[in-house]
Structures are given as structure tokens and as C-alpha cells.
């Protein structure tokens, strides 16, 4: 897949210098430039990573949804998450995608991070493996991978310019790893985050040079994060190919100048051409003679003849056998993320002995499958938590379902089964786009009041959100309009709000997919519709997001924690959902506590209370305060599990498959426990003062016991660690196996996650208490005994010698641990590394 070196250069040498810098910024906000003269078309890119969006934020344009990357890296299971990477793959072919902005290999520096659950864990090695994996499944099809955000983008606040101070043992051995990993397994983009790092900015970095391109050997392309190029010539002297998004960005005609003028080498700028058309040829983009890569044609990628598709037009649907499959396979991907972090012998769930199923907490309806910002895709169809239990539970138990108290949070956009078009009378909200004398230019129907991109059109001066409600309670309910510049919200006709709200932030993610909104208050009645009209101006810098909401008048919480303790206590068994909310997790917002809310909590204290098989299921991306969780009978983290999240925890609650899920991050009882609380920067700075002991290393360093471990999850059967085998010695630099023998002493069949860390006493330098250095999966019958062989990379033994600026392995004794988690390692063995020293 590609052509060669020879083919590139003839085809550099048809185009003038200036031809040469143009190519280097988008086109448009998700493709690249064309340049007939060398029968180059465009690359379009779509975000990830749960899920191929696409061109357009358009509910109409569906997507598969995954489980979010933090699922995907607790399965531990690198086979399957690049099966979900082919898959991917097939919805970008499909959307006529060529490029897929994932993965995301930041870590989970600290539980505060907002972004977590689009990351995959605190670890950078596992970090590096399931990453890899990723990329695998999805370029074996053609289709490019992203691995982002290059480096240390590890926390939202002040995102944009934020100055990352970190040592640099801690940014090689920690934050650069996962990079690297991903590079020696051959993703084809690295995108230059917003940060800076010791104060230079990553899309200026030396850092894109070395290692990156120097170091590692990576030939594809430096890809800026969307809008992170703010000057010309710095960073088209550095290592960054391709600035996004265009066509006004700073390169584009600014370079050609600076080319022109000789601030910025002909040169730097063939480099970074030669690694785009490298790249256009391994998607099939260059040509269709011999310098067309292994992506294949056009036509056959479901894009349509090399032309921009039209913007009204939306892909084909994926086949009935291709949904199909897809399905199944992000259902089993829920089962394998799932982690059981407690069991007091209620699961799983045995349907024979149910006649009635309480399932209790408002998650259970609108289950949170995805978590919030430019990553989010528009599911087909979304399978929540109670939807999953009544189809298993069909013909053999009844299933109650009571919302319990309203969780913290803001009020959740309009839905088509909430409203209705006035102009039809169809579900759904009427979009209308205005000129400046309030004249109609276009109008359509939309499924909900989520609107990110109304369609632009000549004239364009004001987005109309329009919705008949029909509202089920009466009382007081809570309207609000979202999006920046000039706004109004009204009911019937009766001024609710109106002001200019100008955006505090540029923040992309904020200013085009997530803007704050503005409430007002209204009583409605039941039997009585209303017609809800917002408006907002459009104006430059302020996006065109326009989110339109409502929420019903929150229920009383003493008569509703009540109702869902009768429910439990007449049911056989309790089902209690709990989560977080659409601002809690989302790109572009650090959190400020991991409490789920005391609404929230006091729901689960009072259903644990009234019946003893009580399971609850907690939904959130990423860490959340657990005070009850040993009031319940067992706790099972969902995650954001994707469109097939229902069905998949459904498997899992009534014991058709295991939950094969192992934590990849530690999970704090409480805030004040964690090691790494700090995302805020001070005047500008963000210290890493932790170094190395980030996760499981700074618990350790700290003597501190977390609510959960690093790898700890629970299946549905039992295991005994029963020996370490350990080579002798290994030479310094090498990989080497160790063996872990374990047996299965339960009463049904099972996997286990058998999980090797390292320690180094008495080292010359400075070391984590211990570290995860590698895992394998095993699988036995009741009563078998099977042994795991782990492979230990060299790199976990190595260490940055910032003196030599090179790597270095120790001789001398280190000690190997084995066990389930990284709190529980009972076999311990003794290795003796010998050799010249170099790593």
C-alpha cells in the first residue's frame, strides 16, 4: 500500500514551490486540497474514536457508536478491540472517509480530566498495546489512523494554553510511550496537540522532530489539532505537515509566501509534501495509476468519484448483514468491557427465579451511551439498560421501572417523542434559517433540538428552533437556548429571554458542539401544547450550535426515593442505574468532584436498603465516588457502552457472558485520596511535580489504598495464583516471559486477566514503588489448571538517562511480581538482568 520514493519526487517535481505550500492546509473544516495536476484528490477525515461521524454533525448521518476508549481498554483484549478498529474502519470506507482521528493516547493523569472517557487509562504500557491494537484493525482496511493528542494534553481546563512543565524521564518514559508504541506499529498520522509543552507550543515542538521523526522513524504525517496553528513560520519550520482546518488558516497563502520570501526552506515544505502524497497514496487518493495505493478507488470507499459529497446527501446505510454483524460485535464488546468490581454472591442474575425485576434510576431509560464534544456520533439506535433487561427478560419476568429522584445536571435537549414540527405536526422541531428582515430562506424538520451545524445558506442571519410541546407533567418547567451571540427563547408567542451572550472561550469544542446555555421558567399543563420558538443570530467567531432544551418540573426526592424502595422491596431483585450527566464528562471542562450527586446517591442507599439483591450499575466514562458500595449486593461499571450497552450489560447481568472487564485506571474511594488532583494551571503552568507516579505508581508511592486497583475486576469464577516461573537471567535490553501458573477453583468456566509488574530495590535512580510491565489472558474450565505465559517488553526494564539523553537498563536484581491487580500481586520472584547496560 503506497508507491515509491522515485514516483513521489517525479510528482513533487510537476508542481511550482507555491503549488507545493498550498497543499499543506484543509481545504475545507474536514478535507484536505486537491491538486489535479498530479491527480491528487482530497483527503477527508472524520473524528473518533467510538465512532466514524463523518462530514456533518446531522442526526440523519448515523453512525455505529463503540463503547467510549476507556470500555475498550478494560476489556484488556487486544484481538477484539482490533476487531472494533476493522469495524471502524468499514463505517469510515463506508462515509467515504479516508482518514480517522483516533486513537486518543493521552493518560489519566488525574480522575478530574474531563476527556477520560475518550482515553484509554493511566498506564502508558497498556495505553501503547490496546492503542496499537486500535490502529491495526483500522489501517488493515485501508483506512488511516490519528494517534492524538502529541503530548502530555492529559486535562482540559485552559486546553488551548495550557504550559505543561514535566520532567523529561517523566514525558519520555511515561507520556511519550504510547506515541511510540503506536509508531512501531505503523499509524500513518500523529496529530500536534494544543499545549505547549516547557514552553514552546506542541505545533512548534522540536518534539514532532525528535523522537518522533528523527528517533522513532515516523514517516507518515503531523497533523495539527483543529485551529492549533496560530503563526506561520515556527511551525512550518518545525515537524508539522498539515494545519487544520482550512482554507483560512495561518498557513495556506501565508506559507506560500514565506516560501517565496525564504523565512521558511523549500525544503521543510517538499518534506512535509512528500509525507501527505505518501499518505494519499496508501488511501488511494493519488491517482488511480501507478501511484494509487492499497485503499482503493473512490467509487469503491463509498465517496463518490473523487467530488466533494453533496452537503444534503448522507451516506448509504450500511447493509443488513453489515449492521448486523456490527452489532454483535460492539454488544460482546459491552459484555468484555464490563467490570464487576464487586459481587456478594447476587450475580449473575438467574431468570429463572425471577418473576418480577425492579429497574430503578433515570440511567436505566436514557442509559448515557457516549460521552460529550467533538467525538460524538449520531447512533442508528441506542439499546439503554432497561430496554436490554426487558428483551432478556421477555415471556419469563416482569420488568417495573421507576426513574427515581432527577439527576444534577442541565436539562437534556429536545427529543422527537417529546414535541412535535408545527408546521407538520410530525415529531420532531422545525429548523428554519432567517435573513435579516426574518424572511424564511430555508426550512426543514429536524428529529431533536440538538443542532450543531444548521445549513448555511446565502443570506443566512438567524437560526429558528421551533416545537409544539406536549408536556406529560405539569408544573414548572425549565426552557433554555444554547449557542453565543444574540438569543431569544418564547412561548407562546411571550417573551421567556432574550440577550447577547458572547462566548468566553475559542475553545472549539465549546464554541461549536458544546455551548452553555440560558434558562428560563414557565409553567405548562398537561392536555395543553405549547409552542416553544428559539432564535439566535449568527455572527463570526460565535459558531452556529444552536441546542434548544426543556425539562419537566423535578419530581419530589422523598416521595421519589420512596417509590423506588417499595418497587424494590415487592421485586425479586433490584437493578439500580446511576451516572453521570452531559457536563460532567465532556471535552472542553475538567471535572470539579467525582460525586455522582446526593440525589443520586441516597437513590441507591435507599434501594440497597429495602431489598438485599440489589445490583448497582454505574454509568460514567471515567471514575465517579462510590460512598454505598458496600451497602449493595454487587456493582458493576457499564462505562459509556455504546449503542449496544443494554444488551450487552443484559448478557452479563443474567450470566449469558462473563464481564470480562479489568480496571485500566485506579478508581479513588474518594477525591482526596487520589494522588493527582491538579488539571488547573497556575499563571498559565500546568507541573507535573508527580514525575513518574502517576495511576497505580502514586497510590503506591503514597501508601494510600484506593476503592479499586489498577487491573481489578471480578468474573464469575474464582482463581488461584499458584507459581512464578522466572528465567534465570535475561541480558539487558532483550524481551523475556515469565510464566504464571493459575487454576480456575470456581464452579463455571472462565477468563482471567493475569497481569506481571516489576520493582527495582535499591535503584541507582529514581523508581515507582512497583510498575505494570505486561498481561496475558487465560481461559480454563472449572477446576483446570492453565499457564500464562506474559511477555515482558525491554522498554518496561529501561529507564531515560536525561545526563546521556539515551536509554539505560540496570543490572543487577529486580523483582517480578504476579497477581489480579496492581494491589494484589502475591508471587513474587527474584530476575537478574546482566549485560552492557545499554536499553
Not at 505547549?196 to 522532530?209: E, F, K, Y
Not at 485500566?664 to 485520596?673: E, G, I, K, N, S
Amino acid at each position: 500500500m503506497g508507491t515509491s520514493d522515485e514516483e513521489i519526487d517525479r510528482l513533487l517535481g510537476k508542481l511550482a514551490p507555491r503549488a507545493r505550500a498550498l497543499l499543506l492546509d484543509g481545504a475545507t473544516t474536514w478535507r484536505t486540497r486537491a491538486e489535479p495536476a498530479i491527480d491528487l484528490r482530497e483527503l477527508v477525515m472524520s473524528d473518533g474514536p467510538a465512532g466514524v461521524r463523518g462530514e456533518a454533525w446531522d442526526e440523519r448521518d448515523t453512525s455505529v457508536l463503540l463503547p467510549s476508549a476507556s470500555a475498550l481498554a478494560a476489556t484488556w483484549d487486544e484481538p477484539l478491540v482490533e476487531s472494533l478498529g476493522g469495524l471502524l474502519a468499514a463505517e469510515a470506507r463506508r462515509k467515504g472517509v479516508d482518514v480517522l482521528l483516533a486513537p486518543t493516547l493521552n493518560l489519566h493523569r488525574s480522575p478530574l480530566g474531563g476527556r477520560h472517557f475518550e482515553c484509554f487509562s493511566e498506564d502508558p504500557e497498556l495505553t501503547g498495546r490496546i492503542g496499537a491494537a486500535l490502529v491495526r484493525g483500522v489501517q488493515a482496511h485501508g483506512v488511516a489512523a490519528t494517534a492524538k493528542h502529541y503530548v502530555a494534553n492529559d486535562s482540559e481546563t485552559d486546553r488551548l494554553t495550557v504550559d505543561v512543565r514535566v520532567g523529561e524521564r517523566a514525558l519520555r518514559e511515561v507520556y511519550l510511550a504510547p506515541f511510540e508504541a503506536v509508531v512501531a506499529a505503523g499509524v500513518r498520522l500523529v496529530m500536534a496537540g494544543y499545549n505547549a509543552v516547557d514552553g514552546t507550543t506542541m505545533t512548534a515542538s522540536d518534539l514532532l522532530t525528535d523522537p518522533l521523526k528523527g528517533e522513532w522513524g515516523f514517516d507518515g504525517v503531523v497533523v495539527s489539532d483543529w485551529g492549533a496553528v496560530r503563526t506561520t513560520v515556527d511551525t512550518a519550520c518545525g515537524g508539522l505537515d498539515l494545519a487544520m482546518p482550512g482554507p483560512d488558516s495561518p498557513w495556506g497563502e501565508a506559507l506560500a509566501r514565506a516560501v517565496a520570501d525564504g523565512v521558511v526552506p523549500e525544503a521543510a515544505v517538499d518534506d512535509k509534501v512528500r509525507r501527505l502524497l505518501r499518505l494519499a497514496a496508501w488511501v488511494g487518493a493519488l491517482g488511480e495509476g501507478e501511484a494509487s495505493g492499497g485503499g482503493g478507488p473512490r467509487e469503491a470507499r463509498g465517496g463518490g468519484g473523487g467530488g466533494a459529497r453533496a452537503r444534503d446527501t448522507h451516506p448509504p446505510a450500511p447493509s443488513p448483514a453489515f449492521a448486523s454483524e456490527g452489532r454483535a460485535l460492539a454488544r460482546r464488546a459491552v459484555a468484555a468491557g464490563s467490570v464487576l468490581l464487586a459481587n456478594r454472591g447476587v450475580l449473575p442474575l438467574d431468570p429463572g427465579e425471577l418473576r418480577t425485576v425492579a429497574v430503578i434510576g433515570a440511567h436505566a431509560a436514557r442509559t448515557r451511551t457516549q460521552g460529550g464534544g467533538s467525538a460524538g456520533v449520531f447512533p442508528r439506535e441506542e439499546v439503554s439498560v432497561l430496554d436490554g433487561i426487558r428483551d432478556a427478560l421477555r415471556g419469563q419476568a416482569r420488568v417495573v421501572h421507576v426513574p427515581g429522584p432527577r439527576p444534577d445536571g442541565p436539562a437534556p435537549p429536545l427529543d422527537h417523542d417529546a414535541c412535535t414540527d408545527p408546521r407538520s405536526g410530525l415529531p420532531g422541531v422545525l429548523l428554519r434559517m432567517l435573513d435579516a428582515d426574518c424572511r424564511e430562506l430555508y426550512a426543514e424538520r429536524r428529529r431533536g433540538g440538538r443542532l450543531l451545524e444548521p445549513r448555511l445558506v446565502p443570506g443566512a442571519h438567524t437560526v429558528e428552533v421551533s416545537a409544539r410541546l406536549r408536556p406529560r407533567t405539569a408544573g414548572r418547567w425549565t426552557l433554555g437556548v444554547a449557542g453565543f451571540g444574540r438569543m431569544s427563547l418564547a412561548l407562546d408567542g411571550r417573551p421567556l429571554l432574550a440577550g447577547d451572550f458572547p462566548p468566553p472561550t475559542d475553545d472549539p469544542a465549546v464554541v461549536h458542539v458544546n455551548p452553555p446555555a440560558q434558562y428560563a421558567e414557565a409553567d405548562l399543563a398537561v392536555g395543553q401544547d405549547a409552542l416553544l420558538v428559539a432564535r439566535r443570530e449568527l455572527a463570526p467567531g460565535t459558531g452556529r450550535a444552536t441546542v434548544v432544551s426543556a425539562a419537566p418540573p423535578a419530581p419530589d426526592v422523598a416521595a421519589s426515593l420512596a417509590e423506588a424502595a417499595r418497587a424494590a422491596a415487592a421485586a425479586d431483585a433490584a437493578i439500580v442505574v446511576v451516572g453521570t450527566t452531559e457536563h460532567g464528562e465532556c471535552e472542553g471542562y475538567d471535572r470539579t468532584a467525582l460525586t455522582l450527586g446526593s440525589a443520586q446517591d441516597a437513590l441507591v442507599r435507599a434501594v440497597a436498603a429495602a431489598h438485599p439483591r440489589t445490583v448497582a450499575v454505574v454509568n460514567s466514562g471515567g471514575p465517579v465516588e462510590l460512598p454505598w458500595r458496600d451497602a449493595v449486593g454487587a456493582v458493576l461499571l457499564a462505562w459509556f457502552p455504546g449503542q449496544e450497552g443494554g444488551g450487552g450489560l443484559a448478557d452479563v447481568l443474567f450470566g449469558h457472558a462473563e464481564p470480562g472487564g479489568r480496571l485500566p485506571t485506579t478508581w479513588p474511594a474518594v477525591l482526596a485520596d487520589a494522588p493527582v488532583t491538579r488539571t488547573r494551571p497556575a499563571d498559565g503552568r500546568l507541573h507535573y511535580d508527580e514525575g513518574l507516579h502517576i495511576g497505580h505508581r502514586g497510590w503506591l508511592r503514597h501508601g494510600r489504598a484506593p476503592a479499586y486497583w489498577f487491573g481489578h475486576g471480578l468474573g464469575y469464577t474464582a482463581w488461584a495464583y499458584e507459581e512464578l516461573t522466572v528465567p534465570p537471567e535475561a541480558p539487558a535490553g532483550d524481551d523475556l516471559t515469565v510464566r504464571v501458573r493459575v487454576r480456575n477453583t470456581g464452579a463455571r468456566a472462565g477468563r482471567e486477566v493475569v497481569q506481571v509488574y516489576l520493582a527495582r530495590p535499591g535503584s541507582a535512580v529514581e523508581r515507582p514503588v512497583r510498575w505494570f510491565a505486561g498481561y496475558a489472558a487465560v481461559r480454563a474450565r472449572p477446576g483446570e489448571t492453565v499457564t500464562a505465559a506474559v511477555r515482558v517488553p525491554a522498554r518496561a526494564l529501561r529507564h531515560w538517562c536525561v545526563q546521556e539523553r539515551a536509554w539505560r537498563t540496570e543490572e543487577g536484581r529486580w523483582r517480578v511480581l504476579a497477581g489480579p491487580s496492581a494491589g494484589e500481586v502475591p508471587l513474587v520472584e527474584n530476575l537478574e538482568v546482566r549485560g552492557p547496560g545499554a536499553g
